[in-house]
């Protein structure tokens, strides 16, 4: 899978550092990918670094590092930093941090572009930051120790200094321009984790001051020189168009300067946005929507479960699932859906562009900076390489600012006036313009024999393909999209015959990538069934799991911890009940404790108790606040997320009709992380998926009710 404009060459651990250039008066670690141009001399030690570098060092002995991945609250700002800060021998509060501008050097590798999603961050720098770091390391040690006419290896560094085996200690600025001289060394020897300095201590973000202090700058900050702004007309009905345009009245409006027609809507451009605001209400359009008139909730759940009376295509075969279900003396099966929900993210999508003769600055919130940089290059008639795009702070990610439809209308908004345009949406046009996560119809059945073991699971998955549509080529006819079949084809209990299969069936609206992707649609359908199975087998929940579980020791150990927090095999107090999931999300396991009471028909979800074995951890902090944050956009979906759609039109458009959870509905939340020596896994995302499944399973629980359907406040538990 590829970015647009995305570097797609596979690389080998040791090819990413190639070179180092010299900046005048300091060093700059250049990090080349293969293909990719080196960077040349840059004036100044503190001159900004635009190709292929994650490091400056002045001679004034600042130290900055250029994080390539977008900050969203998940704390990569701190984590990478960390990462990097360790092997060179720093403390990472010395440190200060800039976003990386766009560019090759800075691909992910797991995911194809230089992208901030799929919980691959720390995954995709555990190697490589580290090994940069190191690099600099050495050659800052070579460097001294040539001063003094001695060995490098019988040298050491401590917290931004070189001191060699006679205790003469030169910092690292005094070296920088002798140690950028030097070519980088191929390998080198990265420290164990027993002697980790800053790695897994709790430790201060490094982004948390600038946020109290008001100096942080997101999307919807961004102030330029002569900077107008741009409210967006956007068609009410998906896929709609404009038929026709009167902007009279709008045009003679206080303050606006102009009305520009956009490949996504009318932009009245304005000296002010709430100006910008008030010309676009005032704008008269006849809007064409007869492409999705037909397009509403019935319809999409139609073609669902029509799609899902075809063969799938296998995600995973073992043994005879079809043929042991047939032969089994006791056959569980049921049926679940699953509704659209929206990112909702607190800050809505912007975009500040700047469109000049020969060069577009772009500043924007943005988890994509290659497919940024490449939309906003076509909306201006430019070459990528003429876009400079300048990343903020992201107000909420979640996964939609991996698209990237936002944009464009404010680089040609920019292009037509001459101006730079700040373009803001509404939070009802982030609603009702968004790229929503997939709905799912989904089949499940469980086969026992005559003794009452379990031989048998199927998994028959239907719905849309967000990467077929994000990335197009990227999952050709007949294959299986990965991010579709999450928590599903890694099914990880001991069943002899399993059969996952997947059938992709578009339903007529733009999908997206949506916090922890099919992990939560998937999750849900299979750790429910499990308790379905375990009430088919009179068995527990919790044994019935653990007695499948026997070969899977880090599931096994992150659900014995759970239980053993919660409580779980002591009564709980009267009028509690209690529900468990387990799953794997990006080389992370987890399980999950819901506890909870049914109030004059309503759910109550009292206390969440997460196990979780993330392999090494950067910032237990860090990562104690991620799970906690998934957990509650995962409490909010469960219990109310829900799009529904009629005649074309998306029918929720604020918080008040589009719920999220509310300070005092927040449940007490327990985070217990099981230490392991296994390469870091990914904690932004799975903790998500886990809830809608341990709370309905507690609903059971309590009602004897199985809720087969999200959200909650669909169903009366009265």
Known sequence: MSAPGGHQEALSRRDFLKTSAVGLGGLVLAIDLAGCSKPGSRPGATSVVTTNAWLRIGTDNSITFLCDRSEMGQGVYTGLVTIFAEELGVDPARIAVEFAPAGPAYVNALLGGQITGGSTSVRDAWTR?????????????????????????????????????????????????????????????????TAFQWIGREGRRLDTPAKVDGSAIYGIDVTLPGMLYAALAQPPMLGGKAKSVDDAAARAMPGVRDVVTTTSGIAVVADS?????????????????????????GAILRGLRQAAAKSGIVARKEGDAEGALKAAARVVRAEYELPLLAHATMEPQVCTAHVQASSCDVYVPTQTQGAAQAVAAAAAGLEPAQVKVHTTFLGGGFGRRLDVDFIPAAVEASKATGKPVKLLWTREDDITHDTYRPPAYDTVAGGFDRDGNLVAWKLHLTGPSITA???????????????????A?????????????????????????????????????????????????????????????????????????????????KPAAAGRFRGIAVMEGYDTYMAQVAEISIEDGKVKVHRIVCALDCGQTINPTIVVAQVESAILFGLSAALWGEINVQGGRVQQSNFHDYRVVRMNEVPAIETYVVGSDNPPGGIG???TALVAPAICNAIHAATKRRLRSLPVKRHNLA
Not at 172 to 183: E, N
């Open 469 to 487: 549509r994000v990335f197009p080529g990227a999952v050709p006819a007949g294959a299986v999209d990965p991010f579709a079949i999450e928590a």
């Open 489 to 569: 084809a890694n099914y990880p209990y001991d069943v002899p015959n399993v059969l996952v299969d997947w059938v992709p069936h578009e339903v007529g609206l733009d999908v997206g990538y949506w916090r922890s992707v099919s992990h939560a649609l998937n999750c849900f359908v299979a750790e429910s069934f499990m308790d379905e199975l375990a009430l088919a087998a009179g068995r527990d929940p919790a044994a019935f799991r653990r007695a499948l579980l026997a070969k899977q020791p880090r599931y096994r150990e992150v659900l014995d911890v759970a239980l053993r927090r919660s409580g779980y095999d």
């Open 129 to 193: 930051l580290r090994t940069a770091g190191a690099q600099a390391r050495e050659l800052l040690k070579t460097a001294a120790a040539r001063e003094w006419d001695t060995s490098a290896s019988a040298c050491r560094v401590e917290n931004g200094e070189v001191i060699s085996p006679f205790g003469k200690r030169l910092s690292y600025g005094a070296v920088a321009t002798a140690a950028a001289a030097l070519p980088v060394p191929a390998d080198v020897a990265l420290k164990p984790a």
């Open 685 to 687: 995302e799975p903790a």
């Open 273 to 297: 946005w709430w100006q910008a605001r008030q010309g676009r209400d005032a704008l008269r359009i006849e809007w064409d929507g007869s492409a999705s008139a037909g397009l509403n909730d």
